[in-house]
């Protein structure tokens, strides 16, 4: 464990000749979430370092729930546009309890097991944001009358 969110999927998609406002893109999936009315769905924009900690800064829709968090990027690359989004876990301060001698592993474990629920709605924010965004995307699509090329999704 890292005290790092740890990466748990992976899914991209691009089109070819496509112009598109990342932030509109965001404001559809924001408007699709609400609709939805998911409960303790949290939508926010996140800035990110594109090389290092001082470059430019790419805005994410951050997407969240409980310690699930999505992170979507819509940007355009050359002439195509490129639809990003990871799904990571957030250890939080559970992964220092690792470092505990003899017991850390055991109370790390017991931590974080999970009840059928919890997994349960765990299951449903992935599945359910994933098929927002792969709509959204189809709609640009639509619209554009330009074809996508999804990846299968893969564990980082």
Same mark, same amino acid.
């Given at each position: 464990?890292?005290?790092?969110?740890?990466?748990?999927?992976?899914?991209?998609s691009?089109?070819?000749?496509?112009?598109?406002? %990342?932030?509109?893109?965001?404001?559809?999936? $924001?408007?699709?979430?609400?609709?939805?009315?998911?409960?303790?769905?949290?939508?926010?924009?996140?800035? &990110? %370092?594109?090389?290092?900690?001082?470059? $430019?800064?790419?805005?994410?829709l951050?997407?969240?729930?409980? &310690?699930l968090?999505?992170?979507?990027?819509?940007?355009p690359?050359?002439?195509?546009?490129?639809?990003?989004?990871?799904?990571?876990?957030?250890?939080?301060?559970?992964?220092?309890? $690792?470092?505990?001698?003899l017991?850390g592993?055991?109370?790390?474990?017991?931590?974080?097991?999970?009840?059928?629920?919890?997994?349960?709605?765990?299951?449903?924010?992935?599945?359910?944001?994933?098929?927002i965004?792969?709509?959204?995307?189809?709609?640009?699509?639509?619209?554009?009358?330009?074809?996508?090329?999804?990846?299968q999704? %893969?564990?980082?």
């Amino acid at each position: 464990m890292s005290l790092h969110p740890s990466i748990i999927d992976h899914w991209h998609s691009q089109c070819d000749d496509l112009q598109l406002s %990342s932030n509109d893109f965001y404001a559809t999936i $924001e408007k699709a979430i609400e609709e939805k009315g998911f409960p303790h769905v949290n939508c926010n924009r996140k800035k &990110k %370092s594109v090389d290092w900690y001082f470059s $430019e800064k790419r805005e994410y829709l951050a997407i969240s729930f409980d &310690k699930l968090e999505f992170l979507l990027c819509a940007a355009p690359f050359g002439r195509s546009y490129f639809f990003s989004w990871y799904l990571t876990f957030d250890y939080g301060g559970i992964a220092m309890v $690792e470092w505990i001698p003899l017991i850390g592993k055991g109370l790390a474990k017991w931590a974080m097991r999970k009840t059928y629920f919890e997994i349960d709605t765990e299951i449903m924010f992935r599945e359910s944001i994933k098929a927002i965004v792969n709509g959204a995307i189809a709609e640009v699509e639509r619209a554009s009358g330009v074809r996508t090329e999804q990846t299968q999704p %893969s564990v980082a």
